[in-house]
C-alpha cells in the first residue's frame, strides 16, 4: 500500500523564521518517485520537486531545502527565511511503480501562514 | 503557453442534475487525472486516463463519470448520484512518473 502522511496540520511562524514541514511516506516497492507541491490562495498546485529513490542527496533551490531519508522514510522541506508570499498549503505525495505509473498519492496537506 | 484549462472556475449544481467539468491541455500530455479536494483532506483521485479512450477508476470514483476521446480533453460529470458533490475539483496531467502539471481549479456548489 502507498501512503503519505503530513502530520502537520497548520503552522503559524513569522516572517525570516526558518519552518520544517514533515513528510512521512510509506511503499512496499524500490523504485518510486516523491514530490511536493505548493498550494497558494489562488488554489492551483505549483510542482517544487520531485525526487527519486535511488538519490538520496539533499537539495537545495535558494530558500528552499529538501532532506530525504530512506532510513526514516522521511522526505522533509525547509523554508529558510520565512516570507509572506510561502503563505501556502504544501502537499507531499508520492508515486511508485507497483501503482500504476503517473498516480500519485497525496498527503492531507500542511497549511503555512507566515506572519509579517 | 502550454498548459492546462479548466472551465468554469465555479459551477452550481440544483438537485438532480449533473454537470460537466471542462479540462484541455496542449502539453501532449498522455496521462490525465481528475482529484476531489475537500478542506483538510488532501486531494483524492476520481479517475485517471493513460491514453485515448481508456480511463480507470480513482479512489472515490461513484457518481463521476469521465470519457477521453481526444488526447487533449478529458471532461469529467459529476452526477445525480453524488450526494455530496460540493468541492474543489482540480484536473491534471503528465508524462508517465513525470510531475503532473495542475490547471486552476473548479469550485463546485449546490444550489
Known amino acids: 500500500a502507498q501512503k503519505v502522511t503530513q502530520a502537520q496540520t497548520e503552522i503559524s511562524v513569522v516572517e525570516k523564521e526558518d519552518v520544517t514541514l514533515d513528510c512521512v511516506y510509506e511503499?512496499?516497492?524500490?523504485?518510486?518517485?516523491l514530490f511536493w507541491y505548493k498550494q497558494p490562495p489562488s488554489g492551483e498546485l505549483v510542482f517544487l520537486i520531485r525526487?527519486?529513490?535511488?538519490?538520496?542527496q539533499n537539495e537545495i533551490s535558494g530558500r528552499y531545502s529538501w532532506n530525504f531519508q530512506k532510513s526514516t522514510s522521511s522526505f522533509n522541506f525547509t523554508i529558510t527565511a520565512s516570507q509572506v508570499v510561502d503563505s501556502a498549503v504544501y502537499f507531499c505525495?508520492?508515486?511508485?511503480?507497483?501503482?500504476?505509473?503517473?498516480?500519485?498519492?497525496f498527503g492531507r496537506g500542511t497549511q503555512l501562514t507566515v506572519w509579517p | 503557453d502550454g498548459g492546462i484549462t479548466q472551465s468554469p472556475k465555479y459551477l452550481f449544481r440544483k438537485e438532480g442534475q449533473n454537470v460537466t467539468l471542462s479540462c484541455e491541455q496542449n502539453?501532449?500530455?498522455?496521462?490525465m487525472y481528475w482529484y476531489r479536494q475537500d478542506p483538510g483532506q488532501g486531494l483524492r483521485l476520481i479517475y485517471y486516463?493513460?491514453?485515448?479512450?481508456?480511463?480507470q477508476k480513482g479512489d472515490i470514483a461513484e457518481g463521476y463519470s469521465v470519457s477521453r476521446e481526444k488526447k487533449e480533453s478529458f471532461p469529467l460529470t459529476v452526477t445525480s448520484a453524488q450526494k455530496n458533490p460540493t468541492a474543489f475539483y482540480l484536473c491534471?496531467?503528465?508524462?508517465?512518473?513525470?510531475?503532473?502539471?495542475f490547471g486552476d481549479g473548479t469550485r463546485l456548489s449546490i444550489l
Open positions: 491534471a496531467s503528465s508524462f508517465p512518473a513525470q510531475p503532473q502539471h
Open positions: 511503499t512496499r516497492d524500490t523504485t518510486y518517485y
Open positions: 525526487r527519486n529513490s535511488f538519490d538520496e
Open positions: 505525495a508520492l508515486n511508485s511503480r507497483g501503482s500504476t505509473l503517473g498516480r500519485l498519492y
Open positions: 502539453l501532449n500530455h498522455d496521462a
Open positions: 486516463s493513460q491514453i485515448v479512450n481508456d480511463f
